[in-house]
C-alpha cells in the first residue's frame, strides 16, 4: 500500500505568489515524523520542514509552512511568495515510530515545481 | 549542522568493473546509514539499511551480492557496485543518522557505466 501520495506530478506557479504542494500518508502508528525535502537539479536532498505527530501547531520555517490536518492525514507544504530558485522537485517522507532509531524514511513519488517569471 | 559526505559526486567506468561510493558522517556518530537509488524523475528508493558494526539489511529485490555495502565505523559507510552495467546508472544518496536524530543526506553520486 502507498504510504505517501503526491498526487501533482508537476506544479506551476507564477513568480511571488503562494503554491501548495499536496501529501496524504497513511500509518496505522501514532508516533510518527513527516518530512518535505526539496532536490534541486544538481540532485542534492534540502530539508526545508519537519512536523510531529503529537505537535500542536502547524510548523514554519521561513517562506514555508506546513498545512498539517491529522485526521485526514494530510501534510501539504505551502511556499509563500514564490521565487525563481524554488523550481525543483519536492518530496513529502514520513518516518515511522519516532522511538525507534532504525527506522528509514518512506518518500512520496514527489511533485517538480516549476516557478514562471 | 550535521554534515554528510558523499564521494564521488560523479563517476563514469567502463562496464564490468567495480565501484565504490563513500558515505561519511563528519561531525556526528552515524550509528545508522541508509542507501537510496534515484531513477531519472522518479523517487527515492531505499535499497538498504546498515547498523555501525552489523550486516546490512536490504530491501526485497535489491541484490546484496551487487551492492555490496560496509559499515565498519560510525562515520563511513561504503557501497560498492559489483561489475557494473549500464544498468546500474543512477543516482545514488546515502544518509545517515545518529539513534534517534533526524537522518542527514549526502549530495548523492551520479554514477555512469558506459
Known amino acids: 500500500a502507498q504510504k505517501i501520495t503526491q498526487t501533482q506530478p508537476g506544479m506551476f506557479v507564477q513568480e511571488k505568489e503562494a503554491v501548495t504542494l499536496d501529501c496524504t500518508y497513511d500509518t496505522s502508528d501514532p508516533s510518527y515524523g513527516l518530512f518535505w525535502y526539496k532536490q534541486p537539479s544538481s540532485g542534492e536532498m534540502i530539508f526545508l520542514i519537519y512536523q510531529g505527530s503529537y505537535d500542536q501547531q502547524n510548523a514554519t520555517e521561513g517562506r514555508y509552512s506546513l498545512n498539517f490536518q491529522k485526521a485526514r492525514k494530510s501534510a501539504n507544504l505551502v511556499i509563500s511568495a514564490s521565487q525563481l530558485g524554488d523550481s525543483a522537485m519536492y518530496f513529502c517522507a514520513m518516518r515511522e515510530g519516532l522511538a525507534n532509531y532504525g527506522q528509514n524514511f518512506v518518500f512520496g513519488p514527489g511533485t517538480r515545481l516549476s516557478v514562471l517569471p | 549542522g550535521a554534515v554528510v559526505s558523499q564521494h564521488p559526486s560523479w563517476v563514469i567506468c567502463k562496464s564490468g568493473t567495480s565501484v565504490k561510493i563513500e558515505c561519511r558522517s563528519l561531525d556526528f556518530q552515524a550509528t545508522t546509514m541508509f542507501w537510496y537509488r534515484q531513477f531519472p524523475k522518479q523517487s527515492l528508493m531505499l535499497m538498504a539499511t546498515?547498523?555501525?558494526?552489523?550486516?546490512?539489511?536490504?530491501e526485497q529485490g535489491v541484490e546484496k551480492d551487487k551492492f555490496l555495502i560496509n559499515h565498519a565505523s560510525l562515520t563511513l559507510s561504503t557501497l560498492t557496485v559489483t561489475s557494473a552495467h549500464p544498468e546500474d546508472s543512477s543516482f545514488y544518496i546515502c544518509?545517515?543518522?545518529?539513534?534517534?536524530?533526524?537522518?542527514?543526506f549526502g549530495d548523492g553520486t551520479r554514477l555512469s557505466i558506459l
Open positions: 544518509s545517515a543518522r545518529h539513534r534517534n536524530q533526524p537522518q542527514h
Open positions: 546498515s547498523n555501525e558494526g552489523s550486516k546490512a539489511t536490504y
